[in-house]
């Protein structure tokens, strides 16, 4: 089977839930600018987990593209992936809804960290499937920003733990960071 169901069925499940992240936000009942003040927890982890979603979605997008075939160990994986996914919005809200307190701060990373395995295991898959000198395997290589998101996870659960919960949110979002840089491995490997 090739990729483009997979691929829709994804998309599909990603659109849902950026939309039950947003239906998280809350319009206050007060008209004054001054009512939306307290909303802004809820509101930055709306745009943190929006940004995570966004770069799950282009990565997946592009991991697919140069993917030939679906097996059912790849559908496995890649609903594996969707599920911890699908969390996010349940972590987000309760982080903001709590003014990134540390449990929330620590259950959303923990999240965060499944997602990042799932999408390694995902990965993998296809590689099993394609072979060592699929397109894929070819265009990861090493992987350092594969390898690197799970560490700034892990410290940021243990920063939140062990220190401040800000601190843990302050790797959340460089892990982040790492990823909006645009990643042309891919790309490059289809030019090729």
């Not at 206050?28 to 966004?54: C, E, Q, R, T």
């Not at 690197?148 to 410290?155: D, E, G, R, T």
């Not at 949110?169 to 990643?183: G, K, N, R, T």
Request: glycine share 8%; hydrophobic share 55%.
């Amino acid at each position: 089977m090739d990729t483009r169901r997979l691929e829709a069925f994804s998309d599909g499940v990603l659109a849902i839930i950026i939309t039950i992240m947003v239906l998280e936000l809350k319009a206050p009942h007060d008209a004054s600018p001054a009512a939306l003040w307290p909303l802004w927890p809820v509101f930055l982890s709306y745009v943190l987990s929006f940004v995570y979603i966004g770069i799950y979605w282009n990565n997946h997008h592009h991991m697919l593209h140069v993917t030939d075939r679906v097996t059912g160990g790849i559908l496995w994986a890649n609903l594996h992936l969707l599920f911890w996914l699908s969390l996010l919005p349940f972590g987000t809200a309760w982080m903001g809804e709590n003014h990134f307190a540390r449990w929330p701060t620590m259950t959303y990373g923990a999240n965060l960290l499944a997602c990042a395995i799932a999408y390694v295991v995902l990965q993998r898959r296809i590689i099993a499937a394609e072979g060592p000198d699929g397109a894929l395997a070819l265009a990861i290589g090493r992987d350092l920003k594969g390898k690197l998101s799970p560490l700034f996870y892990l410290a940021g659960i243990a920063a939140a733990w062990l220190w401040q919960p800000e601190a843990g949110m302050a790797l959340f979002v460089a892990a982040a960071l790492i990823w909006l840089v645009p990643d042309r491995r891919i790309e490059r490997a289809v030019a090729g």
